[in-house]
């Protein structure tokens, strides 16, 4: 199975549909009520740095969220969507449990790799009613550093335990990288059940022997 299937599966229609129309119908509703779409058309945004924009506003709440993602969805400016990602993730945490699916599915889904990377990094600390499908659809994603930055956050998820059976099937990752990646989040998730797939994994590729020895140390086995 390839992985644009594979993400069919783990993000399933049914799962997310609803969210995209709620967002669509939140930005018609500017046209007899303008106060939020007016906010979100001005945002203030910054830049860091590394000369990367990010939303800086406190107007900003989550009642803004519906048309918010409704203008990252349409925004073309390759600067100003990862920017608008950042002022969604603040609004996540305080949004309730209907947003989870749009949160999920753009970490796995979302066109540019930097928004993808942004909502993946905030699925850390997100109920698995989010982490769950976000973070297995990204770690199934065709691009090498999203499915990196899936394994990475596994491994440090707040429920990291429920993650290993899947970082175990990514231990044959065809990207170097990502199998370092996702022998140290074995380690982080320091599950033991997973020494013996973590030891076979270094007999297969030497060069995961440090990472593997360290993972092993934090499962508590040798």
């Known amino acids: 199975m390839n992985r644009l299937a594979l993400l069919a599966l783990l993000l399933p229609a049914s799962a997310l549909a609803g969210w995209q129309d709620d967002v669509a119908n939140a930005r018609a509703a500017c046209d007899t009520d303008a106060s939020l779409c007016d906010v979100v058309d001005n945002l203030g945004v ?10 800086q506003d406190s107007r900003l709440g989550v009642e803004h969220l519906p048309v918010l993602l409704h203008r990252m969805q349409q925004e073309t400016d390759r600067m100003m969507r990862p920017a608008l990602a950042t002022g969604i993730a603040q609004l996540f945490t305080d949004a ?14 979302d066109p540019s790799p930097q928004v993808r990377s942004i909502f993946i990094t905030e699925l850390r600390r997100a109920p698995m009613t989010a982490a769950g ?12 550093l999203t499915r990196r930055d899936a394994a990475s956050v596994m491994g440090r998820q ?15 990752d065809d990207d170097a990288v ?5 022998v ?3 380690g982080h998730a320091a599950d033991p059940k997973a020494a013996d797939a973590v030891r076979a994994a270094v007999e ?14 934090r499962m508590g086995v040798e």
């Open 46 to 55: 910054r830049e860091n740095r590394a000369g990367l924009w990010f939303v």
């Open 96 to 109: 309730d449990a209907s947003w989870h699916p749009a949160w999920a599915e753009l970490a796995a889904t």
């Open 133 to 144: 499908p976000g973070l297995r659809g990204a770690l199934a994603h065709e691009d090498a």
């Open 158 to 172: 707040l429920e990291a335990k429920a993650f290993v059976d899947d970082l175990l099937g990514a231990l044959d």
């Open 178 to 182: 990502v199998r370092k990646t996702v």
């Open 184 to 186: 140290r989040a074995l």
């Open 204 to 217: 297969a590729d030497d060069q995961l022997a440090n990472e593997a020895r360290r993972a092993l140390e």
